[in-house]
Each structure stands twice: as C-alpha cells, then as structure tokens.
C-alpha cells in the first residue's frame, strides 16, 4: 500500500492595513508550493487607528473578497487572527506556532509529517520574524511593482482616506469603497487621526532638520493597581479620543521621570490618596521603547507600577481631569487590547502579570 504523500502548509503574516494586489501576489506564491496557506492577520484586536483603520473581521471579510478575483481556490485558504506582544517576542513566536498547530488539528493534518513553509518579503526590521522558526523552511517573496514602486499599504491608506499615493488595488478596491460608505463615522475617526499623527510628524522633523539628528518625545505614564482593578483614563484629544489609556504624559524639563508620573497621576485623575503614600507605593518601572509604540514616531515612556493597599469593598476616589474625559477603576479582568491606547495594554501585560488575554481560546472561538 502506498504511502500518503506529506501534508504542505504555507503560512503568511501580515497587518493587510488593507489587503492589497501584492498580498495576493504572495498568497499565490505560497499556494503554488503548498496545500493549503494560513494567512495570520497581525495587530488583530487593536482599535481602530490611522496605521490600522481595519478591524480584524473587515481585513478577513476584504481577503475573502479578493480570492475569486484573483482566481485562488478559497477553500485553500484559512485566516486566522494573530495578537501582538511589543515586549514579548518569545510569547509572539509562540502564538504563531499556537496557530499553526490548531489550524493543522482543524485541517486532520499530522503535525509530525506535515511540512510547515513560512512565506514573507524581508523589507525592513519587522520582517525579523522570518529567521525566528528554524523548524519551518522559509520561502522569501518576491517585491510586487506598480511602475517600478513596491506596492504598500501605507501608500494606499494615504490614497483611501486623503486622495493621494497610488491607485487602489485592484483586488479590494471595491470592497473598501463599499466599506467606506458603510462606515462614515470610522472613516472620519481615522481621517482625524491621521490628520494629527502627519501635522505631529511634521513638526518633529522641522525640528530635527534645525537641530540636526532624532529627537524623541519623553513620558511617563502610571500603572496603579487596587483591589484587582487598574486606575484607567478616557482619553479626550487626538490621537487615540475615547480610548482608555494610562494617567500620564510628557516629561517636563524641570522634572524627573517619576516627579512627573506622579504629576501627571493627579492633573488626570485627581486621585484621593496623598502624594507621599503614592511615592511610597512604586514598586517598580520600566521603560517601553518599542519602535513601533506610537504612531506619531518615536515616543519612549517610563511606566511606574503602584500598588496600593487593598481596602474591602473600597476604591479611592477619582474625577477626570486635564486632558483626561474621566478616570475609572476598571477590573483587570475586563481590560481588553480593542480598547486601550497605543501600547498601554503590552504595558499592562509586562507590569502585572495576571492580565488575561487567552489567545489560544480567541483561535478556537473562530474555529
């Protein structure tokens, strides 16, 4: 009896801020080496921003749109969501391996026999990925031009919400103008973010082309936990309006990193507690210097972990303030990515523990 010939399966990461004609160069290429291809969305439950103005669920209704245009078999293709870890590159590789394997027990696939092939196009330093899997071959892929410039996908969100860069892609631009009608109020959103995040980086450069080298904007933001909650603000002002974020801000120039945490802690939140018991509170700092952190450009924070002591059944008191809408206590359990700023939930995750985010769960769920 013969034996069954081995399983290939492709897999292919990105953001698809939006799914464009050279994702689906890609797509085609994996497909042509393999079975099946798992495309992994990344960024998959970040809120709604100028660099990701598509939720998961529309990025993976947009995929599905492309493949009859470009004649894929569907059913060759599985998506499934991939959540980012910024300081935790050890925890990110794991989930794409979570993925893999749950897709190959979904598919019936041998893991011990099926050949695992992890396609991408090495562009830039978030490509680094692609030498993180030395278990699994890696395919690279080839630039997809439109007259002599690599399509991208920053360009086309620069064309979908401002009217400039390059023409639409093809393979989704109807799918997009049927979402842009669809969703007037999103697309305002991230038409205002954008506005602020390019007139920031613009002032930034003009200062930066009078001094002569990088600056970067230096803060300090608050992690204060009680009873199981975290003390929370709502954001007021672009970038990030009516998202939840960490009490804090820039760091003035007369002060240190942890005089203006605390500062800041009580112009946002005007927080009951005294100011000695919150310095007496820190139980530790660490500063988040992720490239990729914030959208305005290079922004680095000192972040501050205060516990306070526990009192049954009591929360200080708190009240909005500055350029805070309002301050909340919000149970750990119930704070989710979707929902916070920038990086304030990686902050969260690295700073207490027992954050939850179960992500082999959120697979299954889609299953």
């Known amino acids: 009896m013969a034996q069954a010939k081995p399983r290939t399966l492709s897999v292919y990461i990105g953001r698809f801020q939006p799914f464009h004609d050279g994702h689906l160069f890609v797509l085609k290429s994996a497909l042509a080496v393999s079975d099946a291809t798992l495309i992994l969305v990344g960024s998959a439950y970040r809120p709604r921003s100028y660099k990701n103005p598509f939720t998961y669920a529309e990025r993976r209704s947009f995929i599905r749109a492309a493949l009859p245009r470009g004649g894929v078999d569907a059913a060759r293709v599985h998506i499934s969501p ?38 991408g196009f090495e562009k830039d330093m978030s490509s680094a990925y692609l030498r993180w899997f030395p278990e699994w071959q890696t395919d690279a892929a080839e630039p997809y031009l439109v007259r002599g410039e690599v399509l991208n996908a920053t360009a086309l969100r620069d064309e979908i919400f401002f009217g400039e860069g390059l023409e639409s892609s093809a393979c989704t631009g109807e799918a997009i103008a049927t979402w842009l009608a669809a969703n007037p109020e999103a697309a305002d959103l991230v038409r205002h973010e954008g506005e602020y995040v390019r007139a920031y980086r613009a002032k930034v450069a003009a200062a930066e082309r009078v001094l002569g080298y990088p600056i970067p904007a230096n803060a300090a933001d608050a992690v204060v936990v009680k009873s199981g909650h975290v003390l929370l603000v709502e954001r007021r002002n672009a970038p990030g309006r009516g998202l939840m974020a960490l009490p804090g801000g820039h760091i003035g120039p007369d002060e240190t990193s942890r005089q203006a945490v605390v500062r800041e802690l009580y112009e946002e ?27 305005r450009g290079w922004v680095r924070t000192e972040a501050f972990l205060i516990e306070l002591d526990a009192k049954p059944g009591q929360l200080d008191r708190i009240k909005g303030g500055d350029d805070a809408a309002r301050a909340i206590w919000m149970p750990i359990a119930e704070i989710t990515p979707e929902t916070m700023f920038e990086d304030h939930f990686d902050i969260l995750q690295d700073l207490i523990p027992d954050i939850p985010f179960a992500y082999r769960s959120v697979l299954m769920a889609q299953s």
């Open 82 to 119: 991939l959540v980012d870890t910024l300081y935790n590159d050890r925890a990110w590789a794991s989930n794409v391996r979570i993925a893999v394997n749950t897709q190959l027990a979904q598919l019936g696939w041998d893991r011990q026999t099926t050949e695992v092939r992890l396609i």
């Open 269 to 295: 939140t005007h927080l009951s507690v005294p100011r000695p018991v919150i310095a007496a509170s820190i139980r530790a700092s660490r500063v988040f210097d992720h490239p990729d952190r914030s959208e």
